[in-house]
Every structure is written in C-alpha cells, then in structure tokens.
Nanobody
Framework: QVHVVESGGGLVQPGGSLRLSCAVS????????MAWYRQTPGQQREVVAT???????RYKESVEGRFTISRDNAKDTVYLQMKSLKPEDTAVYLC?????????????????WGQGTQVTVSS
C-alpha cells in the first residue's frame, strides 16, 4: 500500500518562506516521478511543480523562480521550498507520487495522493 504524507504547511506572512515535505512509502521512491499540486475551494486542482526520477524539474509559471522542488531519495521524501510567498499562493498543497510524464506533462491519473497540507499567506 502506498502512503503519501505531506507536512510543513502553516501560516506565513507575505514575502515569507515555507518548506513542505512529502514522505512516501510503499513504492520504490527513486524510480518514480513526484509532483506538488494545490487547490482552493471551488477551484480545480493545479500542478505547481513536478520532478522526474532523474531530477528534471518543471514549474507552474506563476511560481517559477520562487518555488523549488527537490527530492532526497535516501529519505524517500520530496520537498517544496517556497519563498517570496504571496496571498494568492494560499491553498491546500497536495503531493502526488508515481504519476507519468507524457510529452513532457505530468499526469496524476495513476499513482497516489497525499491528504494535503494547508498553506495560508496573510498579514
């Protein structure tokens, strides 16, 4: 059984930083692509950042340069380092493990979701 557990969310001021963690078990972590998504009430889930098993990274345009996705295969963990946070970054952030890339796009129809962690950016 695959388990995906996010942590690190919370309340941060605009311009601040936060690091999210996603710990994965039940699959060979180093062989799998990973992704961070986010979702607000009434909105569709959107991809924020993805990373392949080989470490290739892609980002949503609005977060590029501010967010960094990384992975530590020794810890079976993927991170999302967020800096220069804006109120519009407020969302539930969800980790997805084991999606597939097709023509350079990450698809989460396969693999497993975490439960999400709330990030709130507010003064």
């Amino acid at each position: 059984q695959v388990h995906v557990v996010e942590s690190g969310g919370g309340l941060v001021q605009p311009g601040g930083s936060l690091r999210l963690s996603c710990a994965v078990s039940g699959l060979i972590f180093s062989d799998n692509a990973m992704a961070w998504y986010r979702q607000t009430p009434g909105q569709q889930r959107e991809v924020v950042a993805t990373i392949t098993s080989g470490g290739r990274r892609r980002y949503k345009e609005s977060v590029e340069g501010r967010f960094t996705i990384s992975r530590d295969n020794a810890k079976d963990t993927v991170y999302l380092q967020m800096k220069s946070l804006k109120p519009e970054d407020t969302a539930v952030y969800l980790c997805h493990a084991g999606g597939r890339y097709l023509s350079g796009t990450y698809y989460p129809d396969l693999g497993s979701w975490g439960q999400g962690t709330q990030v709130t950016v507010s003064s």
